[in-house]
């Protein structure tokens, strides 16, 4: 019968190793490494993880190749059609979809914990007024830490459960207040009448003096459906780099609104969730219809940094599944909000079809990603560009605090510590400064 193992032999010593393969629920086997060091006193070099697992997780399966993502076993594409943002965090959270009731206890819970301490909302006046919302998201969230330390006991998985809660209902509040202190609004309380995302979309842009005219005109269903298309799309997927960024800090037993905050941050670069606000960039970049076939060229000029934002991905290779599914809500958006308004919208299903066309993309496999289209339809949305990433980040926000609560209910936690190759200069004495060359 065949080994569930591994050889591995150090040809500069002779020294064998044999080394456990270990079978996942799905996917690709994965060495275990632990014992390396050990047994052949090496360790392994992977930069950007291109083959590394970082840890077990029951959370969210990804295959690439394929084209399929499951949150808990469910297909992306079912939970994108049949359920809401809430009841698909409940999902990652809890590992199961909600009953009716425990749906509405969630929904309940949730609307409890949505209103920001009044000494929080004052962090925003220390931020200019043209402060980046990513810089004020990490602060602002950091800064909850401040609030919920003392009494947090991270061993009590009930104090985890309401830690949890806490990010997810204060998150929308957090990020409309970023929004509406650039622009000099009010802040807007959170309502107990609205679902997760009508709230926020009036949090973000109901206005008090419009109150008794039509208060419910800034929430409207095709823009709410979109809304909890893209945040079911972009709640979770598993270990990428905000993620793994969460884990590691929670590793270390830091107060969990902390490592939200270092998610958010590690979220904000264009490689990862700045990528839809680097699209419309790009976009306004290239400007024109006509002048595409230079930016193509440009993309595929190896000398040439610039990059075609919102095509590509690490793990898709064949098709991004998120974009499919959003492909057609993009219409839908376009349709009833602006296609006709703004020329940035006929560049971006330009842009597509020429690249999707195109030998370099379609050889290396590069199409567009979940951030291409989520950006043009926030932008329709009348999101501003640079509120994208939190856009973002609140929906990513229920998968941090899932990998968080299933990291920490771990029995044998280990504090993140990856090894390195050391490239540096070897020992050597101190020099006096009198002695030094100072040519
Ligand atoms: N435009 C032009 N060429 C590209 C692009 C692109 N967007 N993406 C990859 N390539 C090329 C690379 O130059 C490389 O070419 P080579 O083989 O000749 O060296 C090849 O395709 C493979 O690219 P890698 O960088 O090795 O792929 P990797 O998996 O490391 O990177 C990434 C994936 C970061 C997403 C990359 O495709 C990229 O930068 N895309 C643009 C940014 C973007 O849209 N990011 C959003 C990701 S989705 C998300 O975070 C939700």
């Given at each position: 019968?065949?080994?569930?193992?591994?050889?591995?032999?150090?040809?500069?010593?002779?020294?064998?190793?044999?080394?456990?393969?270990?079978?996942?629920?799905?996917?690709?086997?994965?060495?275990?490494?632990?014992?390396?060091?050990?047994?052949?006193?090496?360790?392994?070099?992977?930069?950007?993880?291109?083959?590394?697992?970082?840890?077990?997780?029951?959370?969210?399966?990804?295959?690439?190749?394929?084209?399929?993502?499951?949150?808990?076993?469910?297909?992306?594409?079912?939970?994108?059609?049949?359920?809401?943002?809430?009841?698909v965090a409940f999902l990652l959270m809890?590992?199961?979809?909600?009953?009716?009731?425990?749906?509405?206890?969630?929904?309940?819970?949730?609307?409890?914990?949505?209103?920001?301490?009044?000494?929080?909302?004052?962090?925003?006046?220390?931020?200019?007024?043209?402060?980046?919302?990513?810089?004020?998201?990490?602060?602002?969230?950091?800064?909850?830490?401040?609030?919920?330390?003392?009494?947090?006991?991270?061993?009590?998985?009930?104090?985890?459960?309401?830690?949890?809660?806490?990010?997810?209902?204060?998150?929308?509040?957090?990020?409309?207040?970023?929004?509406?202190?650039?622009?000099?609004?009010?802040?807007?309380?959170?309502?107990?009448?609205?679902?997760?995302?009508?709230?926020?979309?009036?949090?973000?842009?109901?206005?008090?003096?419009?109150?008794?005219?039509?208060?419910?005109?800034?929430?409207?269903?095709?823009?709410?459906?979109?809304?909890?298309?893209?945040?079911?799309?972009?709640?979770?997927?598993?270990?990428?780099?905000?993620?793994?960024?969460?884990?590691?800090?929670?590793?270390?037993?830091?107060?969990?609104?902390?490592?939200?905050?270092?998610?958010?941050?590690?979220?904000?670069?264009?490689?990862?969730?700045?990528?839809?606000?680097?699209?419309?960039?790009?976009?306004?970049?290239?400007?024109?219809?006509?002048?595409?076939?230079?930016?193509?060229?440009?993309?595929?000029?190896?000398?040439?940094?610039?990059?075609?934002?919102?095509?590509?991905?690490?793990?898709?290779?064949?098709?991004?599944?998120?974009?499919?599914?959003?492909?057609?809500?993009?219409?839908?958006?376009?349709?009833?909000?602006?296609?006709?308004?703004?020329?940035?919208?006929?560049?971006?299903?330009?842009?597509?079809?020429?690249?999707?066309?195109?030998?370099?993309?379609?050889?290396?496999?590069?199409y567009p990603n979940v951030d291409f289209?989520?950006?043009?339809?926030?932008?329709?949305?009348?999101?501003?560009?640079?509120?994208?990433?939190?856009?973002?980040?609140?929906?990513?926000?229920?998968?941090?605090?899932?990998?968080?609560?299933?990291?920490?209910?771990?029995?044998?936690?280990?504090?993140?510590?990856?090894?390195?190759?050391?490239?540096?200069?070897?020992?050597?004495?101190?020099?006096?400064?009198?002695?030094?060359?100072?040519?």
């Amino acid at each position: 019968m065949p080994k569930d193992t591994l050889s591995i032999k150090d040809n500069s010593t002779g020294n064998e190793a044999e080394l456990p393969l270990l079978n996942g629920a799905l996917g690709t086997p994965v060495i275990d490494i632990s014992t390396l060091n050990k047994d052949l006193g090496l360790f392994t070099y992977d930069p950007g993880f291109m083959s590394t697992a970082s840890c077990k997780s029951a959370i969210t399966y990804i295959d690439g190749v394929n084209g399929i993502l499951l949150y808990r076993g469910y297909p992306i594409e079912q939970l994108a059609k049949n359920s809401t943002f809430l009841e698909v965090a409940f999902l990652l959270m809890n590992g199961e979809l909600p009953s009716k009731h425990e749906l509405s206890t969630f929904q309940l819970e949730i609307n409890h914990h949505s209103m920001l301490h009044e000494a929080l909302r004052s962090f925003f006046d220390g931020f200019h007024y043209d402060a980046h919302p990513m810089a004020m998201m990490a602060g602002v969230v950091g800064s909850l830490s401040a609030f919920y330390h003392s009494e947090l006991d991270m061993e009590d998985p009930e104090h985890r459960r309401i830690s949890a809660m806490r990010m997810l209902a204060k998150i929308p509040a957090i990020a409309a207040a970023c929004y509406r202190h650039s622009v000099g609004w009010p802040f807007v309380y959170p309502r107990v009448d609205l679902e997760y995302c009508e709230n926020f979309l009036n949090m973000m842009f109901s206005l008090p003096s419009q109150k008794f005219i039509d208060q419910d005109h800034y929430i409207d269903p095709v823009a709410v459906k979109a809304l909890n298309l893209l945040f079911i799309l972009h709640a979770d997927h598993e270990q990428n780099a905000s993620t793994s960024t969460v884990r590691l800090a929670s590793s270390t037993g830091a107060n969990p609104y902390a490592c939200i905050a270092a998610g958010i941050s590690a979220l904000w670069g264009p490689a990862h969730g700045g990528a839809n606000e680097a699209v419309l960039s790009m976009l306004a970049e290239i400007g024109t219809v006509d002048r595409i076939p230079e930016f193509l060229a440009r993309a595929k000029d190896k000398n040439d940094p610039f990059r075609l934002m919102g095509f590509g991905h690490r793990v898709y290779k064949n098709f991004d599944t998120r974009a499919k599914i959003i492909r057609d809500t993009c219409y839908e958006v376009l349709e009833k909000f602006s296609k006709d308004e703004d020329p940035l919208f006929e560049l971006a299903l330009a842009l597509e079809e020429h690249a999707l066309k195109d030998e370099y993309f379609i050889e290396k496999k590069l199409y567009p990603n979940v951030d291409f289209y989520s950006g043009v339809i926030y932008k329709a949305l009348k999101i501003p560009v640079d509120m994208f990433t939190v856009m973002f980040a609140i929906a990513r926000n229920a998968g941090w605090v899932s990998h968080w609560l299933e990291m920490m209910a771990e029995p044998t936690r280990r504090i993140g510590r990856p090894r390195q190759l050391y490239t540096g200069v070897q020992k050597r004495d101190y020099i006096a400064i009198d002695d030094r060359f100072s040519g």
